[in-house]
Each structure stands twice: as C-alpha cells, then as structure tokens.
C-alpha cells in the first residue's frame, strides 16, 4: 500500500481557503448585524450557508450542465471559479481536468 500524501504548500493553499471563506462569512453576517440590527445578522448567516451550499453543491452542477449543453466557455469559467475556491485537493484536480475537457471539447487542441 502507498502512502500518498500532499505537499505542505498543497494543504495549506486549501485551509487558507478555507479560513479565508468562513471569515468573509463570518465577517458579512456580524456587519449586517452590526450596522443593521440582530435580523439581518439571521439573514447575512443565511446568505452564508446558502453561498457554501451553492459553492459546494449548486456550482459544480451548474458547470456540468453547461458542459453538456456545448457551452464550453461558460462551462470553462465556472470549472475555473471551482478550481479557485475549493478547500479540496480532489475537486481541484477535477476542475482542472473538467477544463482541460472543455478545450478538448472546444476545439482548442493546444
């Protein structure tokens, strides 16, 4: 059995993503709260955990759909926007791949 592990720099890249998500979250829902009153500060943690599951969930769909419908530039772009916001390593290397798809795809040999 092999033991495959990621480089440090790898790791990192994803938590700080992550750090760096959760803290905009974070951080929108107590302006909301702050400037607006304890409601909207319901409402920002709302908007928060609709945009995770949207990142998580809904993008990743959506950029599929595209791509099944033969619009690879729309679909190249959102595969893009999931390979710059994901806090995993796998669906990096799966949106990478996914773009790599829509060139192939496009015509875009090299």
Same mark, same amino acid.
Do not use: K
């Given at each position: 059995?092999? &033991? $495959?592990?990621?480089?440090?720099?790898?790791?990192?890249?994803? $938590?700080?993503?992550?750090?760096?998500?959760?803290?905009?979250?974070?951080? #929108?829902?107590?302006?909301?709260?702050?400037?607006?009153?304890? %409601?909207?500060?319901?409402?920002?943690?709302? /908007?928060? $955990?609709?945009?995770? /599951?949207? /990142?998580?969930?809904?993008?990743?769909?959506?950029?599929? !759909?595209?791509?099944?419908?033969?619009?690879?530039?729309?679909?190249?772009?959102?595969?893009?926007? $999931? +390979?710059?916001?994901?806090? !995993? %390593?796998?669906?990096?290397? #799966? +949106?990478?791949? !996914?773009?790599?798809?829509? &060139?192939? #795809?496009?015509?875009?040999?090299?």
């Amino acid at each position: 059995m092999h &033991d $495959i592990r990621y480089a440090v720099r790898v790791a990192v890249r994803h $938590i700080g993503r992550l750090v760096v998500w959760g803290l905009g979250c974070g951080t #929108a829902a107590l302006l909301l709260g702050a400037v607006l009153g304890r %409601p909207w500060m319901l409402f920002g943690v709302g /908007l928060a $955990i609709a945009g995770t /599951l949207w /990142l998580v969930l809904g993008l990743p769909r959506v950029a599929h !759909s595209a791509f099944e419908r033969a619009r690879y530039a729309s679909a190249a772009r959102r595969y893009r926007l $999931i +390979a710059a916001t994901t806090w !995993s %390593p796998a669906r990096e290397r #799966a +949106a990478v791949l !996914s773009r790599a798809g829509c &060139d192939l #795809a496009a015509g875009r040999l090299a």
